[in-house]
């Protein structure tokens, strides 16, 4: 096996410093803190060695790594910037240990063959506001996520287009879910928990919905929320929403789904 061993003591991987080397194996020493921008781009590593001791991952540090299949984030991590990840296409499994908090826009987006997604307690929030790409955007292989409790921001096209998923769940502690983050997925059944205000444009193209349930505080919900999803038979949504409701079905939905208001 060609193996990469990075020389003890070593604090910093610098900016596209193997940037589409041809090891099949990365090891770097406890001393590394810092994996720079655009660091491994492009390597033909099958397998890196993250230390315990590193703090910091920045954009584009391993995207577009053709033959990664695993990556385990040690405990220490406390930043994973935007597209880190992006594009590595046999990646199969991402485990985080702890944090970090944030995870930024497209950190994995475009990886299709990701199955295995294991979250660490210390994750807060999952993308941004801005449509800057989703985190997990088009993993088509992903089936199932487990957000942790404490978990608290489904930003903007999170899951969008992986559409494989088919169960999620959303801890209690979850305040606010971002447009888009969860359409075109195979999901089922979605029940929002207690605390977030506002449902907008989160579930279009979701084919495979049969039951969504609402909670009583999200006041904010799109036009023709529950349109064109043809599998849905039951929705649950905050009283505040009945005398309008012919604003987010289609006509021609209402006499099918089960409608019920709390």
């Known amino acids: 096996m060609k193996e990469l061993i990075v020389p003890a003591g070593t604090e910093i991987i610098g900016d596209c410093e193997y940037y589409g080397e041809d090891y099949e194996r990365i090891v770097l020493p406890p001393s590394v803190k810092c994996i720079e921008t655009s660091a491994f781009s492009e390597a033909k590593c099958r397998e890196i060695v993250l230390?315990?001791?590193?703090?910091?991952?920045?954009?584009?540090?391993?995207?577009?790594?053709?033959a990664l299949k695993s990556v385990v984030f040690p405990r220490s991590l406390k930043t994973l910037g935007s597209m880190a990840f992006m594009g590595c296409r046999a990646l199969e499994r991402v485990v985080f240990s702890d944090g970090p908090e944030i995870l930024e826009s497209a950190t994995f987006k475009d990886c299709v063959s990701l199955k295995e997604v294991t979250f660490g307690a210390g994750l807060c929030v999952l993308g941004s506001e801005f449509d800057d790409g989703g985190v997990f955007e088009?993993?088509?292989?992903?089936?199932?996520?487990?957000?942790?409790?404490?978990?608290?921001?489904?930003?903007?096209?999170?899951?969008?287009?992986?559409?494989?998923?088919?169960r999620i769940v959303l801890p209690g502690s979850l305040a606010a879910i971002g447009e888009g983050s969860l359409a075109h997925t195979a999901i089922s059944e979605i029940v929002v928990p207690e605390g977030v205000d506002d449902f907008y444009n989160v579930i279009y193209g979701c084919k495979q919905l049969e039951r969504i349930v609402l909670p009583s505080t999200v006041k904010g919900l799109s036009y023709k929320a529950f349109g064109g999803l043809p599998r849905l038979k039951e929705v649950t949504l905050p009283r505040r929403f009945e005398k309008d409701k012919d604003l987010f079905f289609r006509k021609e939905d209402l006499g099918r789904i089960q409608i019920t208001f709390i």
């Open 138 to 166: 088009n993993c088509i292989s992903l089936r199932e996520v487990v957000l942790p409790e404490g978990f608290v921001v489904l930003g903007t096209s999170t899951f969008m287009d992986c559409t494989s998923l088919s």
């Open 51 to 66: 230390p315990e001791g590193l703090e910091e991952i920045r954009e584009w540090a391993f995207m577009g790594c053709p």
